[in-house]
């Protein structure tokens, strides 16, 4: 299979500095045209990919000024392209920026196994994968002045250790990056619960008029965290009565039967249609995942 297509999706009604840059179905990433910089926000699943992503703006006369690369956090398919930026010989020169902790993770084993096995599981498509740190790191808040809007990373953990969104406070604009997405975040760790849930709030405190996800195509509203909140209010109920009834998490896999809330009831049927069908598969994984980390949450507090 070839790499996935990467595409400019007409930014609609957004401010005119915002560009979409779609990576197959797999992943949206940002850039923005301030005064000081083209800022790139993620850079997809790979160098051939972020090429791609930066040939289309150099189509539009955007490369007229320092180019500056952010990473929401370190998954595979928002960092996979820093080559481009900071490798050896990288064609595109540039700070890349990330947190301490993101940049931890990326650099860890599982990482590097992960992405060995997408690689060995899909020949062709993610052949140019490369794991390359934000070579300027920093701890929990920074704040960019790029001269007519500013950036600041906002902490978010949750759906990762060290994820932050970004906020642009002239633009009442929140990039939430992976810490809300539709139809729900990915969240495997029990301990990670409520940390995610505290991020929803912390994003939505900044009341934001515009929210981009890297995995929410179509949505611009703050609307999508609000249903995830609702969803994971919804799975802690269901948990709780699902103990309380003396039931323990069975052994096999399928938690969202023992519960009785099958994905498809637990969110809505147009986030459900708006992800295409491989995802529909990822979200299922999510859905039980979600389920098993909040009963393990659960009965962790229980014996506090
Ligand atoms: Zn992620």
Redesign the pocket.
């Known amino acids: 299979m070839p790499p996935p297509p990467v595409s400019l999706v007409p930014p609609d009604h957004l401010d005119p500095r915002i560009r979409i840059l779609r990576c197959g179905s797999i992943v949206d990433t940002f850039a923005l045209v301030t005064d000081r910089y083209l800022v790139i926000i993620d850079t997809m699943v790979s160098e051939d990919t972020m090429l791609a992503g930066i040939q289309l703006l150099a189509d539009q006369g955007l490369l007229d000024r320092p180019l500056l690369v952010l990473n929401t956090?370190g998954?595979w398919?928002?960092v996979c392209g820093n080559g481009i930026f900071c490798r050896e010989d990288a064609p595109y020169p540039a700070p890349v920026i990330g947190s301490e902790v993101a940049t931890e993770l990326m650099l860890s084993p599982d990482a590097s196994t992960f992405l060995d096995a997408l690689k060995a599981e899909h020949p062709g498509e993610f052949d140019t994968a490369n794991i390359w740190p934000p070579t300027i790191r920093f701890r929990e808040y920074l704040e960019l002045d790029c001269g007519d809007l500013s950036l600041e990373f906002v902490p978010t953990p949750g759906?990762?250790p060290g994820h932050s969104a970004l906020w642009i406070p002239e633009l009442r604009l929140l990039f939430a990056g992976?810490a809300a997405e539709s139809p729900l975040p990915?969240v495997e760790d029990p301990a990670s619960i409520p940390v995610l849930r505290a991020s929803f709030e912390r994003m939505l405190d900044l009341d934001p008029d515009v929210v981009l996800y890297c995995h929410a195509p179509g949505r611009t509203d703050p609307g999508a965290i609000r249903e995830n909140i609702a969803y994971f209010d919804e799975l802690e109920r269901r948990c709780r009565s699902f103990l309380a009834a003396g039931n323990r998490a069975p052994g096999h896999d399928d938690l969202a039967t023992a519960l009785d809330w099958p994905l498809e009831k637990a969110v809505s049927s147009a986030a459900l249609s708006s992800s295409q069908q491989p995802e529909e598969l990822f979200y299922q994984t999510a859905h039980q995942t979600a389920i098993r980390s909040m009963l393990a949450w659960l009965k962790g507090t229980a014996t506090e």
């Open positions: 956090h998954d398919d928002h759906h990762r992976d990915f």
